[in-house]
């Protein structure tokens, strides 16, 4: 398990966390600054809505499932994107997310008002996410204090899961210990 928060780990929501918004969430830090708050989005959240329906011209570059992802519940009619690239090139139209990991090296924004034609080829993944998770400073903090959040490391392939509805067990299973045990909870807990 991570020893602290940082950029490009995951939070895993735990059992106890019953907000709708992130119950069984695997939420990837996009940025994080001890005074001014945290910033991420959620991976395992697929909607019913396309890519085509509301960004058409980038649905060529979504790896699939080729829908929006909810990225949480702060300022859900914007839209975010993350992209992979497959060398250390740095394409116009993607930002580098600033994390010293090597699963998440090659890992960046998209700016959307680019023109797609300028990551074409360039991109190796990207999905879209409508809206983030956000946190002030120390709010995070006091959510893992309570029991609300496992802070674990992400792996490279867990921003374009195949699978995202398994995302949250996948994580689990793979951490040492005990934590991967929790994997194995059910969906409601007094059914056990």
Do not use: K
């Not at 966390?17 to 996009?30: A, E, G, M």
């Not at 959510?143 to 994580?171: K, N, Q």
């Amino acid at each position: 398990m991570a020893e602290a928060i940082y950029v490009g780990g995951l939070l895993v929501a735990t059992p106890l966390l019953d907000d709708p918004n992130f119950r069984r969430s695997v939420v990837l830090v996009l940025e994080h600054d001890s005074e001014g708050g945290t910033l991420g989005v959620v991976l395992n959240r697929p909607s019913e809505i396309s890519v085509t329906q509301v960004l058409p011209v980038w649905d060529p570059l979504v790896t699939g499932p080729s829908v929006l992802f909810q990225g949480g519940p702060v300022q859900t009619d914007s839209a975010l994107a993350l992209a992979a690239v497959p060398s250390g090139e740095e394409p116009l139209g993607w930002r580098r997310l600033h994390a010293g990991t090597p699963a998440v090296s090659r890992l960046g924004t998209v700016d959307l008002d680019a023109p797609p034609e300028i990551l074409q080829g360039e991109i190796s993944q990207m999905r879209i996410f409508a809206g983030y998770a956000g946190w002030t400073a120390g709010q995070l903090e006091s959510e893992i204090a309570e029991g609300a959040w496992y802070v674990v490391d992400s792996e490279a392939g867990d921003t374009f899961h195949a699978d995202p509805g398994a995302l949250w067990r996948h994580v689990l299973r793979r951490q040492r210990g005990e934590l991967a045990f929790v994997a194995n909870c059910p969906d409601d807990p007094t059914m056990n």
